[in-house]
C-alpha cells in the first residue's frame, strides 16, 4: 500500500479504472480527488453523521459531538450505543470518515440517488432495503442487485408478471421482470439484440433469476402458434439443471457449467425457437465430491428412481452403494425430494420431443457411470501391474449397459498400449494409473453424454422460420476463491475477467453518452482497465501459452510449468510466487487476489482418454453410445499422406495411429478460451443487461444479512464499480419539472413570477451553490457532483424549519391571544353571576318574610278550625252511642220472635213427612204383590212360545251369515289347494318324465357294455329320488310355515297399521308443534339458502361467461389461422379459395333450428366443400361426431314417423269398421279430420297429375301429326315430362305438408317422396322407347301402363321388404320385452329368497319398500306417458288448427273466384277497389333480398344515422321480419334472417374491434332483439306487462328459445368486448390520474430517482393524465351507452367492471411502488376516490356497487395516513383494512417511505405486530388484484312499451324493398 500511496495525481484514475476496488484506493481518491465522496461545504461540525470502519460490521454508524477544526488529529465520535470514541485521522492522507446521506433518502430503489456514493452508503442501503422492507432487488444505475433472500417469495406470479408487462424500467420497484421487460422493450423498440447477463457466487441465485427471465419471455412472448415453443424453452430447465447442477457447500443447486441462452423472435416478437450455448462442464466432480458436497443430480435420481419397472436392468440400488455418489457424506438435500424431480426430468424430456428409447439409453449411460466406479481394481506385483476379476458384478453391468465386450473392457481397463517407430507394446499400469485411466473414462462418458443432451435440447427448440432478434441469458458462474483452487476456477475467474472488462467499457460509455446527450463538457477519459490481467492469461506466452506448450513436451509436469510461470511472468505485476510454495501461483484478479495449485493442471487441461477404450466403446451395441464417439472422428485431423519422398518403409497401419498420437485435439484452456472469445463477440453485438446476485450469508438463513460477505461480493461483482464511475463525474440528476416540485420553496416569490422553468431553475441554483463546477445545466436535466444533492436536502429542511418555526411561534401567539380571551370572559362571566347571586339572596329574605307571615296567619285559622271540629265530633258520638243502644234493644226483641216460628214450622213439617212415608210404605208393598202375580203369568206364556217353530228361525238369522263367511273361506282355501295341487301334479308330471327319462337312460346304458357305468347311474338315480322326497317333505313343511307366518303376518299387519295410526296422531302432534314453533328458523334458513343459491348463481354465471369468453377467443384465433392458412395456399401451384367466399361464413356454430324436419347428413357435407377443405381438415373430427348424431336422429326419426303411420292406419281401420258413436274422445276426431284433410289434398293432388298427363298426351298426339314421328320427338316428349314434373314440384312446394309422405291408392302403407319421384320418372323415361313398340297404339297407353305396372309392383315390393323389417324389429322388441320379464322374474325369485332368510320384521319392511318402489317407477312411466301424449295431443290440435285454417282460406278463395267469375260474367267494366288494410306490425322481404337487408341494417350500418330515431330501432325491424317469417310458417326463412344478421353483427364487430360506439351501438340492439324475442315469445313469465295489443304481436308457430340462447351468447361476447375497449382506453390514464397528477397543488413532493428516472417525470407533466381526464372518458362512455338505448342495469354493470379495474390498477401499481407509498399520497388517493364517488352520485351509478369495488382502493389510502407507532394503533389498522390481506397490508407498510425528514418511518416491531395480530386471518396468497378479472355479466329482462305498429323506418337506412304488413 505504501507503493500505492506514492503515486501521483496522474495515476488516481489508472487506479480507479482498474478496479483495484479497496478501501484504501477509494479514500486515497477522495483524499487527492478533491474529495468527491464528501459534501465540501459542510464542515464537519457537530451532530454530523459519518461512517467509520469496524471488523464486524465492516462499517459503523457515528455522530461528531465537536466541531472539527483543520488541524485536529483525531474526531470525537458518539457510537449508536452513545459510547464516546476517538477517531484518529492519518497525519498524510488527512482522510476523513465518510458522510451519512439523509435519512429520507436510505432505501432507495436506485443506489444512484444517493446524494453520497460510497461504499457504505451502498451497503447500509441495500441492508435496510433487505432486512426491513424485505426487497431483495435494488437498482444500481444499469446493474440489477439481487439478493437471495434464501425464502420463497410471492412476487413471480403471473399476476406480477402482467403487472411489469408494457411499464418502463423506472415505473415500478426493481424486479428481474422490469429487466427483462426492458430487454424486450428495447428489442422491439430499437430492433437490437439484447443480452442479460446474470453473473454471481455460487448460491447467489443466478439460476432461479435465469429462469425468472426466461419464464417472463415466455409469458409475455408466447409463440404464435400451436407448437408450445415457451414451454420447451422452460423444459429446458429441469433438465440441465438435473445434468449439470449438484450440492456443493454453499449452494444446494449450484450450476456446475455456464450456459448462454438465446431466444428467438419473430417480426412480431413471438417466441419461436431458442439455442443453448454451454462452457467448462466441471468434469471432476463425476468422480470426486469434497465433504458435504454432491455429485450431479442425476445420479441420485435415478438411484431413487431404481424402483421402477422399466429401471429394473440398470441394476441401481441406493446413492450409499455407490463410490461415485457417497464421497461427499450426505446423499440426500433436506426438502428436495429426489424422485420427484426425476419425474420431472423426464416430463421434460418428453416434451421435448425426446423418445422413451433414448431416454432409457441416457439412463442406461448415467447408471453404467456408477457401475464402473464400483468396479474393484486389484494390484498385482508390488503395484507394477493390477487386475479386475472377470466375476465383477459391476464391471459386467457396466459392459452390458453400454453393450461393449467384456473381455476387451476388462483386460484394456488395466493395460495400454504404445506405439513406437518400429513396434507396439501393451503395457500394464500401476493401481494409481489404472484409477486415473477410470476415472478419466467416467468424465469423458459424462462430457459426451451432456453435450449430446446439449445437442438435443437444440434441436427440440430449433425452428425453421426465420429469427428476426434474440435476447440471450448468460447464466455464468461467478468469481470463485476456494482454499485449494484448481484448473476449473482458473477458467472461470479468467472469463469473469473478460466480463469485468466488458461491463466497465459499456458502464463508461453509457455514462459519456448520457453526458454528451445532455451537451454537458465532460472530458473523455481513455481509462485503464483491467486488460494486463487478462493479458497476463491468455496474450502469447501467457499463463494458457505456457499451459499449452507444457502438456505437448512428453514428459511435462506440473512442477515444470510453475517454474516456467515464475520464470517468463516475476515481475509482472498481476502475477505472484507465494513464500512457501514452488508449485502455486498468484493471480491478482480485478475483485482479489487468488492463489492457484498447479497440481492436476496439465492432466485437466489434457483431457486425454486412453483411445483403446474409446474404440470400445465406438464398437458399442448400443445406437446412442456408438454415437456419442464416432462423433470425435470429426475432431481428430486426417493422417498426413505427404510422404511420397521419403525412403522408408512403413506399415500402412501404424501411421494414422502415429498420427493420432502426434496430432492430439484441442486442449480445454484452448477451447475454452475459443468459446469464451465467441461470447464475449456475441455480447459486444448486443445490449447487455446486468443482474448481479449476491449471497447474504454462508449459512443459507432466511433475511439473514452479513455484511462482510456482501461487501466482498459488491468489490467483486461490480456494484461499487459502477459506483465509482458514477461519481467521477455527475451522479445524481434531476429533470427540470421535479426539481422545481422539489425544491420550489427555496425559490422566491418574484423568481416565480417567470413562467420559464429552466431560468428559474438556473438562478436559483447560481444562488444557492456558488462553487459553478458542482453542478451543470444540461438540455433536459441539472447534474450534481457528490454531495450537492444532501446539501440542497439540508437547505430544504432548513426552510422548512425556519417556516415550521414561524408557524409555530404564530399559532403559539394565537393561542394565547386566544387564552387571554378566554380568561376574560370567564372573569366577566364569574361577575355576573355573582351579582346575581347576591339579589337573589336579597329576593329570598323577602320572599321568606312574606311567607312567614302567611304561615302564621294560616296555623291560627287551622287551629281555631280543629278546636271547634274536636267539640262536634264529640257531640255526634255521644249522639250515635245513644241511638244504637236503643235500636239493638228493638232488634234483640224481634230476632226472639223470628226464632219461635221457625221452631214451629219445622215440628209441623216432620209431622207431615212421618204420616206420609208411612202412606207410602203401604202402596208399595201391594204393587208389589200384584206384580209378581202377574210375572208368574208371563213366564208360563213365554215357555209355551220357546218350543215353537217360528222361535228358532229368528234365531237362526245370524246363523246363516256366519255360515256364509266360513263357506267363504272353504272355497279360498279349496282353491289354494287346487293351485297346490296343480302345481303337485305338475312337479309330479315332471318328475315322472325325468325318470322315465332316466330309466330309459338307464336301459340303454344297461344295454351298452358297460356295468359299471349302469350302477353309477342306479346310484345316481336313488340319489335323486330321495333328494326329489327330501325335496317333497322340504315343501311340505315350507307350506305349513308359510301359511303359519301369513297368519303372523295378518296380525302382524294389523298391529302395525295400528302403531301407524298412533304414529300418524304423534307425528300431526310433532308437526304442529315444529311449524310453530320454527316460523323464524324457517325464515333465517330460506334467507341463508337464497343468498346460497344466488352465490352459486353468479359463479355459475361467471364460469359459463368465461366458457363463452374463451369460445369467442378460440373463434377469432381459429379466423386468424384460417386467414393465414389463405395467404398460404394463395401461392403459385396452389387451390385458392371462392374469391365470393365470406370471411365469416362458419361463424355461425349453432345449430339449425327447424320445426318441421331435422337436416341431413348431406347438408353438413354440402357446407365444408363450400366452407373450403381448410376448416374441414381442422375440423373433421368434430363433423364425424355430427355426422354420426346426425344419423342416429334420421333413424330415430324414421322410427318415429313409421309408428305414427302405424298408428293413423290403425285409427283409420278402426274408424272404418266401428260406427260412428257420440261418445268419441278428441284425439280420435283429431286423427279423423287430419286423414280426412290429407286423402282429400292426395285426391286433388291425383287429378292436377291426370291433367298434367292428359295435356302432355295431347300434345304428343299433335307433335306426332305435325312431325311425321320426327326423330327429335322423343326429346320434346321428355322436355314436357321434365316441365310438368317440375310443375308438379313447384305445385308441392305450395303445399308443404303434401311434400312430406305421398300416399298410393291400393297400399295402406305410405311411401316416401324420393321413392314415389323415382317411379314417376321412371314411367316418363319408358315414353322414350314407345317409338320402338310397334305392337301398341300410336299413344303408347298400354306400355305406359306396362311401365307403371312395374314401377308399382318394384314400390310394392319394396313395401313388403318395408313391412317385414318393421315386422322383424317388432318380433325383436318383442322378444327384448320377453327377455326382460324374464330378468324381472329371475330378480322377484331371487327376492323373494333372500326375503324369507329374513326375519318377520324385516321381511315387512323390505315388502313395504318394494311396494313403495314399484309404485314410484310405475307412476313416473305414467307421468312420462302423460307428458308424451300431451305433447303429441298439442301437436296434432296445432297441425289440424293450420290445416282447418288452410281449408277455410281455400273455400273462402273458391268462393271470391266464384263470386269474381259471376261479376265478371255480368259486368266487366266495373273495377273492384282493394281495401287497405291496417299495419299489423310486420315487414315482408323476399328471400333474395335478404343480403341487402343485412347489408343495409347490419353490416353497413353507422350508429350516427340513427341519430333521433327510436334506440335500437335495427332491432325492432328485424323483429318485424322475423314475425311476418313466423306468420307464414317459413321456418327456413326465420332460420336464415337469425344466422345472416348473427353472422353480419359478429363481422361489423370484428372490423371495429376497437370503436366503442359501434360496440354498444350493437350491445344494445342485440340485448333489445333478445328482449322481443322473450316478450313476444307466448310465455306467460314474459307477458306480464304486455298491452293487449302487444300481445297480438305475439309469435304464433316458432318457438326460438335456443336461438334465444345464442343472443345471449353474443351478448355476453360483445359485453366483454365493450369492457376490453373501454379499458384499453382507460387503463394508460390510470396511474397518472390517480398516484402522480397534483390534484391537490403543493401536497406531493419529488424525491431523488436516480439513474433510473420515471417515464412520467421525464417530461414537465404537461402530457400527464389528470383525473379529470378520466372522468370526462367515461362521462363520454356513459353518454354513448345512454344515447343508444343500453339497458340502465347493464350500464351499472359496465361502470362496476371499470371502476374494478381502476381500483386493482391502482392498487397493484401502489403494492409495487416504493415512490408512492406515503402520506401525501394516501391524501391525493382519498381525494380522487371523493371525486369518483361523487361522479357516481351525479349520474345516478351509485348502486352499481361501484364502491364497493373500490374499498380495498380506500382502505389502502387510509392506511397510508393513520398513525403507525403504538399497538392502539395497529389494532385500529387491523380493524380497518378488513378488504386487504395481510400481505398487502405488509407490503404497504413496508414501502411506506417518507417524502420529509419530519415523518418518521414505520418500525419493523409495528409490522411484526400487525402480522401477529392478523396471522389468524385466512387471506389469500395472491399480492396483487388480478385486474383482468370480469364480473359475470346479467341481462335481466326489460320488455319495450313500444308497438310493432308504431314504428317508422326512416328512408336513410334504404329499405325500400320491406313491405309493410
Known amino acids: ?274 439455442n443453448m450455448r454451454t462452457y467448462l462442464l466441471e468434469k471432476s466432480r463425476v468422480v470426486f465430491q469434497a465433504d458435504d458436497e454432491r455429485n450431479y443430480h442425476i445420479f441420485y435420481q435415478l438411484c431413487a428412481a431404481a424402483s421402477l419397472p422399466e429401471l429394473k436392468e440398470l441394476a441401481l440400488t441406493c446413492a450409499e452403494d455407490f463410490f461415485y455418489t457417497s464421497q461427499g457424506g450426505d446423499t ?232 516456467k510461470l515464475y520464470d517468463r511472468h516475476g515481475g509482472c505485476q498481476h502475477f505472484q510466487k507465494p513464500r512457501m510454495s514452488n508449485t502455486a501461483f498468484i493471480v491478482a484478479h480485478f475483485a482479489d487476489k487468488v492463489e492457484y495449485l498447479s497440481d492436476g493442471f496439465l492432466e485437466k487441461n489434457r483431457d486425454t482418454v486412453y483411445e483403446e477404450q474409446i474404440n470400445i466403446l465406438k464398437a458399442s451395441k448400443c445406437p446412442l453410445v456408438a454415437d456419442l464417439f464416432h462423433d470425435d472422428k470429426d475432431s481428430v485431423p486426417a493422417p498426413s499422406t505427404s510422404a511420397k519422398g521419403s525412403k522408408i518403409n512403413v506399415r500402412s497401419s501404424r501411421p494414422p495411429l502415429k498420427a493420432s498420437n502426434k496430432e492430439h485435439k484441442k486442449t480445454v484452456g484452448h477451447q475454452f478460451r475459443t468459446s469464451l472469445q465467441l461470447l464475449m463477440e456475441t455480447l459486444n453485438a448486443t445490449t447487455p443487461h446486468y443482474v448481479r446476485c449476491v449471497k447474504p450469508n454462508d449459512e443459507k438463513l432466511p433475511f439473514h444479512f452479513d455484511p462482510k460477505r456482501a461487501v466482498q461480493q459488491l468489490r467483486a ?170 235500636v239493638r234493644r228493638i232488634y234483640r226483641q224481634v230476632l226472639q220472635e223470628h226464632k219461635a ?92 318324465m325325468e325318470v322315465t327319462k332316466l330309466r330309459k337312460e338307464l336301459a340303454h346304458y344297461q344295454q351298452s357294455p358297460g356295468g359299471d357305468v349302469g350302477l353309477r347311474l342306479q346310484e345316481e338315480v336313488e340319489s335323486l329320488r330321495t333328494e326329489l322326497q327330501r325335496a317333497h317333505s322340504e315343501r311340505k313343511i315350507l307350506e305349513d310355515a308359510h301359511s303359519r307366518e301369513n297368519d303372523e303376518l295378518r296380525k302382524r299387519v294389523a298391529d302395525l297399521e295400528q302403531e301407524n295410526a298412533l304414529l300418524k296422531d304423534e307425528k300431526e302432534k310433532l308437526n304442529h308443534q315444529i311449524l310453530s314453533q320454527s316460523k323464524d328458523d324457517l325464515a333465517r334458513g330460506s334467507a341463508q339458502e337464497n343468498l346460497l343459491m344466488k352465490r352459486e348463481l353468479e359463479e355459475e354465471r361467471s364460469r359459463y361467461q368465461n366458457l363463452v369468453k374463451e369460445y369467442s377467443r378460440l373463434e377469432q384465433r381459429y379466423d386468424n389461422l384460417r386467414d393465414e392458412m389463405t395467404i398460404i395456399k394463395q401461392t403459385p401451384g396452389h387451390k385458392r ?78 274408424v272404418q269398421v266401428e260406427p260412428p258413436k257420440n261418445d268419441i274422445d278428441l284425439d280420435q276426431d283429431t286423427d279423423l279430420a287430419y286423414n280426412t284433410l290429407k286423402r282429400q289434398e292426395l285426391e286433388s293432388e291425383n287429378k292436377k297429375l291426370k291433367n298434367d298427363l292428359n295435356e302432355l298426351r295431347k300434345a304428343v298426339a299433335d307433335q306426332a301429326t305435325q312431325n311425321n314421328a320426327a326423330p327429335g320427338s322423343p326429346d320434346g316428349y321428355g322436355t314436357q315430362i321434365v316441365s310438368a314434373d317440375q310443375r308438379r314440384l313447384a305445385g308441392k312446394s305450395a303445399e308443404p305438408n303434401i311434400n312430406a309422405r305421398t300416399s298410393w291408392p291400393n297400399s295402406e302403407k305410405h311411401v316416401d317422396q324420393e321413392d314415389a319421384i323415382e317411379a314417376y320418372h321412371g314411367v316418363c323415361q319408358t315414353n322414350s322407347k314407345t317409338e320402338d313398340w310397334g305392337y301398341l297404339n300410336e299413344d303408347g297407353e298400354l306400355g305406359l301402363a306396362y311401365q307403371g305396372l312395374k314401377q308399382v309392383a318394384r314400390l310394392l315390393e319394396a313395401q313388403l321388404q318395408a313391412q317385414s323389417r318393421a ?7 318383442l322378444k327384448a320385452q320377453v327377455e326382460a320379464l324374464k330378468e324381472e322374474m329371475d330378480r322377484q325369485q331371487q327376492t323373494f329368497s333372500q326375503t324369507l332368510l329374513l326375519s318377520p320384521e324385516a321381511q315387512v319392511e323390505f315388502g313395504v319398500q318394494q311396494e313403495m318402489s314399484r309404485l314410484t317407477n310405475e307412476n313416473l312411466d305414467l307421468k312420462e306417458l302423460v307428458e308424451k301424449l300431451e305433447k303429441n295431443e298439442k301437436k296434432l290440435k296445432k297441425q289440424l288448427k293450420i290445416h282447418m285454417k288452410r281449408v277455410q282460406d281455400l273455400e273462402a278463395a273458391q268462393t271470391l273466384a266464384q263470386n269474381g267469375k259471376r261479376h265478371q260474367e255480368l259486368s266487366r267494366q266495373v273495377a273492384v277497389q282493394r281495401k287497405e288494410k291496417d299495419f299489423q306490425g310486420m315487414l315482408e322481404y323476399h328471400r333474395e333480398d335478404e343480403a341487402l ?117 353474443l351478448s355476453i361476447q360483445i359485453y366483454q368486448q365493450l369492457i376490453k375497449i373501454a379499458e384499453g382506453v382507460l387503463q394508460p390514464m390510470i396511474v397518472s390520474a390517480m398516484l402522480e397528477n397534483e390534484s391537490i397543488q403543493g401536497l406531493s413532493g419529488v424525491k431523488p430517482t436516480g439513474y433510473r428516472k420515471r417515464s412520467s417525470s421525464m417530461a414537465d407533466g404537461d402530457h400527464a393524465y389528470c383525473l379529470e381526464a378520466v372522468i370526462r372518458q367515461m362521462s363520454a362512455f356513459h353518454t354513448v351507452m345512454c344515447d343508444q338505448g343500453l339497458d340502465p342495469e347493464i350500464i351499472l354493470q359496465v361502470f362496476k367492471q371499470l371502476f374494478y379495474m381502476i381500483t386493482a390498477v391502482t392498487l397493484n401499481n401502489l403494492l409495487l411502488r ?140 334504404n329499405l325500400e324493398f320491406l313491405t309493410e304488413v
Open 901 to 992: 216460628t221457625v221452631i214451629q214450622k219445622h215440628v209441623r213439617g216432620w209431622a207431615a213427612r212421618r204420616h206420609f212415608l208411612r202412606l207410602r210404605g203401604a202402596a208399595i208393598v201391594i204393587q208389589c204383590a200384584f206384580r209378581r202375580l202377574k210375572a208368574k203369568q208371563e213366564l208360563k206364556a213365554l215357555k209355551i212360545e220357546a218350543r215353537s217353530a217360528e222361535h228358532l228361525k229368528r234365531l237362526n238369522v245370524g246363523m246363516e251369515n256366519k255360515v256364509v263367511q266360513l263357506q267363504r273361506k272353504i272355497d279360498d282355501q279349496n282353491k289354494e289347494f287346487k293351485t297346490l295341487s296343480e302345481q303337485l301334479s305338475a312337479a309330479a308330471s315332471a318328475h315322472a
Open 1137 to 1214: 379459395n371462392p374469391s365470393n367466399q365470406s370471411s365469416l361464413e362458419s361463424d355461425s356454430n349453432y345449430p339449425s333450428i327447424s320445426t318441421s324436419e331435422v337436416g341431413d347428413t348431406e347438408d353438413a357435407l354440402q357446407q365444408v366443400e363450400e366452407t373450403g377443405l381448410e376448416k374441414a381438415a381442422l375440423d373433421m373430427t368434430v363433423f364425424l361426431k355430427l355426422q354420426k348424431r346426425v344419423r342416429e336422429l334420421e333413424q330415430e326419426r324414421r322410427k318415429l314417423q313409421a309408428q305414427l303411420e302405424r298408428r293413423e292406419q290403425q285409427d283409420s281401420r278402426k
Open 1367 to 1373: 315386422h322383424e324389429e317388432e318380433v325383436e322388441c
Open 717 to 886: 461483482c461490480g456494484v461499487l464499480e459502477t459506483i465509482r464511475i458514477s461519481a467521477a463525474g455527475y451522479p445524481s440528476r434531476w429533470t427540470y419539472h421535479d426539481f422545481f416540485n422539489r425544491y420550489r420553496m427555496l425559490i422566491k416569490k418574484r423568481e416565480l413570477a417567470s413562467g420559464d422553468k429552466k431560468a428559474i431553475c438556473r438562478s436559483v441554483l447560481e444562488s444557492l451553490i456558488k462553487d459553478p463546477d458542482k453542478f451543470q445545466f444540461g438540455r433536459t436535466k441539472i447534474f450534481f457532483r457528490a454531495g450537492q444533492v444532501a446539501y440542497l436536502e439540508k437547505l430544504r429542511a432548513d426552510k422548512f424549519r425556519a417556516a415550521t418555526i414561524t408557524i409555530q411561534k404564530t399559532v403559539r401567539g394565537w393561542l394565547q391571544r386566544v387564552k387571554y380571551r378566554r380568561l376574560k370572559g370567564a372573569t366577566l362571566t364569574l361577575q355576573r353571576y355573582c351579582r346575581g347571586h347576591l339579589a337573589r339572596r336579597l329576593a329570598e329574605h323577602l320572599r321568606r318574610t312574606r311567607a312567614a307571615v302567611v304561615f302564621q296567619k294560616q296555623y291560627r285559622m287551622r287551629r281555631a278550625r280543629l278546636a271547634y271540629r274536636k267539640v262536634r265530633r264529640a257531640a255526634i258520638v255521644i249522639q250515635a252511642c245513644t241511638r244504637g243502644m236503643f
Open 1 to 274: 500500500m505504501e507503493t500505492e500511496q506514492q503515486e501521483g495525481p496522474g495515476e488516481l484514475l489508472v487506479l480507479f479504472f482498474s478496479g483495484r476496488c479497496n478501501t484504501a484506493t477509494s479514500r486515497l481518491y477522495a483524499a487527492r480527488g478533491a474529495e468527491k465522496d464528501r459534501q465540501p461545504d459542510l464542515a464537519l461540525e457537530d451532530s454530523t453523521r459519518v461512517w467509520i470502519p469496524d471488523p464486524e460490521d465492516v462499517w459503523r454508524p457515528a455522530e461528531l459531538t465537536r466541531d472539527y477544526k483543520e488541524g485536529d488529529r483525531s474526531l470525537q465520535l458518539r457510537l449508536e450505543d452513545d459510547t464516546i470514541q476517538e477517531y484518529p485521522i492519518d497525519a498524510q492522507s488527512k482522510q476523513l470518515p465518510f458522510l451519512r446521506n439523509p435519512d429520507i433518502l436510505v432505501g432507495e430503489n436506485d443506489l444512484t440517488a444517493l446524494s453520497y456514493l460510497h461504499e457504505p452508503a451502498v451497503l447500509h442501503n441495500l441492508k435496510v432495503r433487505f432486512l426491513e422492507s424485505n426487497h431483495i432487488y435494488t437498482y444500481c444505475g444499469i446493474v440489477l442487485v439481487a439478493i437471495n433472500p434464501y425464502e420463497q417469495l410471492p412476487i413471480y406470479g403471473q399476476d406480477v408478471i402482467y403487472a411489469y408487462s408494457g411499464q418502463n424500467m423506472g415505473d415500478m420497484d426493481p424486479h428481474i421482470f422490469a429487466v427483462a421487460e426492458e430487454a424486450y422493450k428495447q428489442m422491439a423498440r430499437d430492433e437490437k439484440n439484447q443480452s442479460i447477463i446474470v453473473s454471481g457466487e455460487s448460491g447467489a441465485g443466478k439460476t432461479v433469476s435465469a429462469k425468472y427471465a426466461m419464464r417472463y419471455f415466455a409469458t409475455v412472448g408466447g409463440s404464435a402458434s400451436d407448437t408450445n415453443i415457451e414451454e420447451k424453452v422452460l423444459a429446458s430447465s429441469p433438465i440441465m439443471e438435473a445434468i449439470g447442477n449438484a450440492k456443493t457447500t454453499r449452494n444446494d443447486n449450484s450450476s456446475r457449467f455456464g450456459k448462454y441462452i438465446q431466444i428467438g423472435f419473430d417480426k412480431r416478437y413471438h417466441i419461436i425457437g431458442a
Open 332 to 563: 440426500s438435500i433436506e426438502g428436495v425430494d429426489d424422485a420427484e424431480d426425476f419425474e420431472k426430468t423426464r416430463q421434460a424430456f418428453t416434451l421435448l420431443g425426446v423418445r422413451e428409447s433414448h431416454q432409457i439409453s441416457i439412463f442406461k449411460i448415467i447408471a453404467s457411470i456408477l457401475h464402473l466406479g464400483n468396479v474393484e481394481i486389484q494390484a498385482e506385483r508390488q503395484d507394477d501391474s493390477c487386475s479386475v476379476s472377470p466375476q465383477d458384478e459391476h464391471l459386467s453391468a457396466f459392459c452390458r449397459l453400454l453393450g461393449v465386450e467384456h473381455s476387451q473392457m476388462e483386460h484394456w481397463l488395466c493395460h495400454r498400449k504404445l506405439v513406437t517407430t518400429a513396434e507396439t507394446y501393451v503395457k500394464t499400469m500401476s493401481l494409481q494409473q489404472v484409477v486415473n485411466a477410470r476415472n478419466a473414462l467416467a468424465k469423458h462418458i459424462y462430457a459426451q453424454l451432456f453435450g449430446w443432451i446439449v445437442e438435443q435440447v437444440n434441436k427440440a427448440l430449433h425452428t425453421a422460420l426465420k429469427q428476426h432478434s434474440f435476447i440471450g441469458v448468460l447464466d455464468i458462474y461467478g468469481f470463485e476463491t476456494f482454499e485449494v483452487n484448481s484448473f476449473e476456477q482458473f477458467c472461470i475467474n479468467y472469463a469473469n475477467e473478460k466480463l469485468q472488462q466488458q461491463f466497465n467499457s459499456h458502464v463508461f460509455k453509457l455514462e459519456q453518452e448520457e453526458y454528451m446527450k445532455e451537451q454537458i463538457p465532460w472530458t473523455l477519459i481513455d481509462f485503464y482497465d483491467n486488460q494486463p490481467c487478462i493479458d497476463l492469461i491468455e496474450a502469447k506466452l501467457g499463463i494458457l501459452d505456457l499451459l499449452d506448450e507444457e502438456c505437448k513436451v512428453p514428459k511435462g509436469t506440473d512442477q515444470n510449468w510453475a517454474q
Open 1714 to 1853: 416504493k415512490d408512492v407509498c406515503s402520506w401525501s399520497t394516501g391524501m391525493q388517493l382519498r381525494y380522487n376516490i371523493s371525486q369518483l364517488e361523487e361522479w357516481l352520485r351525479g349520474r345516478n351509478l351509485h348502486q352499481s356497487g361501484a364502491v364497493q369495488t373500490m374499498e380495498p382502493l380506500i382502505q389502502a389510502a387510509q392506511l397510508l395516513q393513520l398513525k403507525k407507532k403504538t399497538p392502539e394503533d395497529a389494532e385500529a389498522i387491523c380493524s380497518l383494512s378488513t378488504s386487504l390481506s395481510t400481505q398487502q397490508i405488509v407490503k404497504i407498510l413496508n414501502l411506506y417511505t417518507p417524502l420529509n425528514e419530519f415523518e418518521e418511518r414505520v418500525t419493523v416491531g409495528f409490522i411484526r405486530t400487525i402480522q401477529a395480530q392478523l396471522q389468524d386471518r385466512n387471506d389469500p396468497q395472491q399480492l396483487l388484484l388480478d385486474y383482468k378479472h370480469m364480473f359475470p355479466v346479467l341481462f335481466p329482462f326489460n320488455p319495450s312499451a313500444l308497438t310493432m305498429d308504431s314504428i317508422h323506418i326512416p328512408a336513410c337506412l
Open 1493 to 1609: 337487408l343485412i347489408r343495409n341494417l347490419v353490416t353497413e350500418l353507422k350508429p350516427q344515422a340513427l341519430a333521433g330515431t327510436v334506440p335500437c330501432l335495427p332491432a325492432y325491424i328485424l323483429y318485424m321480419c322475423i314475425r311476418h317469417a313466423d306468420y307464414v310458417n317459413d321456418d327456413l326463412k326465420v332460420h336464415s334472417l337469425l344466422t345472416s344478421t348473427i353472422n353480419g353483427i359478429k363481422k361489423v364487430l370484428k372490423k371495429h374491434s376497437d370503436d366503442f360506439e359501434m360496440t354498444s351501438f350493437w350491445l344494445s340492439n342485440t340485448c333489445r332483439l333478445l328482449h322481443c324475442l322473450k316478450q313476444y315469445s307466448g310465455d306467460e313469465g314474459f307477458m306480464t306487462q304486455n298491452t293487449a295489443k302487444q300481445n297480438e304481436h305475439c309469435l304464433k308457430n316458432f318457438d326460438l328459445t335456443e336461438y334465444r340462447q345464442v343472443l345471449s351468447d
